[in-house]
């Protein structure tokens, strides 16, 4: 009778698995849980930065000089590497505009070196660009982390010129001037708040005057300076 009993209640707790089973089996499946993907903000370029930049130069240099009543003219080629630093501030308005002003200051390598004749005496002459900088507005049109943008305004330099002229001596001349600039050049952002930037300068300087006391009287030059920079840099906007 007990054993009776036993298989009685197995059976039937058997049974009522095997409903519950066949019941959840008729149960709707529960769908997949989604979580909304946080909303993408484009980068905005507003802000100060500061940085470092290298580059290449290369200027043309033009002169006219006169002595005694005789005129001679002459050009020359100015290169080497540049290198220094900018700092500045962007403002990215409602739309994709991007309005800045940046300042720079830069070491010059661009120097040359001529050796010929003037008014009949033999002469070597050696013209360098000691630094250069910059003041300058920007205007970019932002590409969410891309941003070409167009550059212009004001610049100024050192330049020192040694010459030597058999008879008449040495001569050294050092002008600090002024310049208009004129560029463009596009910037990327990288990682966190770092920024890359690639551009174009042009330099001009207009013309520079100067005048030396010689045994034949006032040597005066007049000169005049267009400086080509390409140079990349790296900013960080704080």
């Known amino acids: 009778m007990r054993y009776f009993i036993a298989a009685l209640l197995g059976a039937t707790a058997l049974a009522g698995i095997s409903a519950q089973a066949a019941h959840a089996s008729d149960l709707p499946a529960r769908a997949p849980m989604y979580t909304k993907a946080p909303a993408y903000l484009p980068y905005n370029w507003t802000g100060?930065?500061?940085?470092?930049n290298v580059g290449y130069g290369w200027a043309s240099a033009d002169a006219t000089a006169t002595l005694a009543g005789v005129t001679g003219t002459g050009s020359e080629t100015l290169n080497g590497i540049i290198g220094g630093g900018q700092i500045g501030y962007n403002w990215q308005t409602s739309s994709n505009i991007v309005l800045g002003i940046e300042g720079d200051i830069q070491a010059s390598g661009q120097s040359n070196t001529t050796n010929g004749t003037l008014f009949g005496a033999a002469y070597s002459e050696t013209d360098k660009i000691t630094y250069f900088g910059t003041i300058r507005g920007r205007l970019g049109y932002a590409i969410d982390?891309?941003?070409p943008y167009v550059t212009g305004g004001w610049?100024?330099?050192k330049f020192t010129s040694d010459a030597t002229i058999t008879g008449l001596g040495t001569f050294s001349s050092s002008n600090s001037h002024g310049a208009w600039v004129v560029g463009g050049g596009v910037e990327a952002a990288?990682?966190?708040n770092w920024t890359a930037k690639v551009e174009y300068l042009y330099l001009d300087t207009g013309?520079?005057?100067?005048?030396?006391?010689?045994?034949?009287?006032?040597l005066t030059t007049t000169s005049?300076?267009?400086?080509?920079?390409?140079?990349?840099g790296l900013n960080y906007r704080f």
């Open 224 to 232: 005049s300076v267009k400086d080509n920079i390409i140079r990349a």
């Open 48 to 52: 100060f930065y500061a940085g470092v």
């Open 207 to 218: 013309d520079i005057t100067n005048t030396y006391a010689t045994g034949l009287g006032t």
């Open 190 to 192: 990288l990682v966190g």
């Open 145 to 147: 982390r891309w941003m």
């Open 155 to 157: 610049g100024y330099g």
